[in-house]
């Protein structure tokens, strides 16, 4: 093979490392904030949103932007897009079976998502970050979770989420996407039954 044949190959090459060391890079940056206490972050400067003093972000109707694709393999071996539930309001809890404040706030998830069913509402998680899709059933089972979950266990569909716009940023994040699909509310902490009702009632309420 002449060296000039060899040279587009190497390039190649060369691109594909790079963009799988800048991916990951992504992801263990993510990875470092996991299982963070949250707080604010961002505001109304030049970002579209606002964070009140509860830690809950939110974005005017008309300023939202949509949701990703976020479609999958689920915790139980089912196929899920999220797109599918358009026309609901969905609740998007970002969780790992390893993360303490996951485990807090799941049972209050399982709750508040059975009280809200009748009201459109659909809850759905993304499991990110455990490498035994065991450890994510076990999670379910012992906390009576009954909504799907997206099985991510290497961070990729939070990646799909534009900079500057409501994102996950934390394990764990709660999204709540509009019935247009779009991202209307972001907290990055932990959540109890009331503060989780607090960013989803608004919501449910719009017309």
């Known amino acids: 093979m002449s060296a000039a044949s060899r040279a587009p190959e190497s390039s190649y090459r060369t691109r594909s490392r790079t963009a799988l060391l800048t991916g990951g890079a992504a992801v263990a940056a993510l990875v470092l904030t996991a299982c963070g206490s949250g707080g604010t972050q961002g505001g109304s400067g030049g970002t579209g949103f606002v964070t009140g003093k509860d830690g809950i972000s939110t974005v005017k109707k008309g ?6 694709d976020l479609s999958g393999k689920t915790v139980d071996g089912k196929q899920l897009d999220v ?4 026309g609901k309001v969905v609740v998007l809890n970002v969780w790992g079976s390893w993360c303490p404040p996951c485990r807090a ?3 209050n998830f399982a709750k508040v998502a059975e009280e809200t ?4 509402v659909q809850f759905v998680g993304i499991n990110t ?3 035994e899709i065991g450890s994510a059933r076990a999670f379910e089972k012992e906390h009576g979770i009954g909504f799907p ?5 290497t961070g990729k569909l939070m990646l799909r989420f534009e900079k500057g716009t409501l994102n996950p940023q934390t394990i764990p994040s709660t999204l709540v996407i509009d019935r247009d699909g779009k991202i209307a509310a972001r907290t990055l902490q932990a959540l109890s039954e009331e503060k989780l009702h607090e960013m989803l009632d608004p919501i449910v309420a719009e017309k």
């Open 63 to 68: 300023d939202r932007a949509s949701a990703p």
């Open 83 to 86: 797109a599918d539930y358009k």
């Open 105 to 107: 706030e799941a049972p």
């Open 117 to 120: 069913a009748d009201q459109g």
């Open 129 to 131: 970050r455990d490498s």
């Open 149 to 153: 979950s997206l099985y991510d266990p």
